[in-house]
Nanobody, 125 residues
Framework: QVQLVDSGGGSVQAGGSLRLSCAVS????????FAWFRQAPGKEREFVAS????????DYADAVKGRFSISRNSAETTAYLQMNSLKPEDTALYYC??????????????????WGQGTQVTVSS
């Protein structure tokens, strides 16, 4: 099992950018795919983006396509979410999640067993 630590959240104005980081501990980083989910107050946790264990596949929610980019760095054992052109509706608590041998088509929180603690993103208009 891996342990995940999320960071990089903050408060920005609409149109700004943030980069979230997910530091992964454990010696099996290359066998895990990663995803980012977010949860706004009073709403369910929703899928944002994912990247496969072999870096061959990425997937994005329609709401963030063209603005967000997910990546991974094996040397740093870290997954990233670059968020550009942020909107007030992107305001939420963002969570990193991991699933071993993840390829694609995993959009439900129940698909993932390992989670970070969350990092808050607040976008003001």
């Amino acid at each position: 099992q891996v342990q995940l630590v999320d960071s990089g959240g903050g408060s920005v104005q609409a149109g700004g950018s943030l980069r979230l980081s997910c530091a992964v501990s454990g010696r099996t980083f290359t066998t895990y795919g990663f995803a980012w989910f977010r949860q706004a107050p009073g709403k369910e946790r929703e899928f944002v983006a994912s990247i496969s264990y072999n870096d061959a596949h990425t997937d994005y929610a329609d709401a963030v396509k063209g603005r967000f980019s997910i990546s991974r760095n094996s040397a740093e054992t870290t997954a990233y979410l670059q968020m550009n052109s942020l909107k007030p509706e992107d305001t939420a608590l963002y969570y990193c999640a991991a699933k071993q041998w993840l390829l694609k088509n995993a959009y439900s929180p129940t698909d993932f067993l390992a989670w970070g603690q969350g990092t808050q993103v607040t976008v003001s208009s």
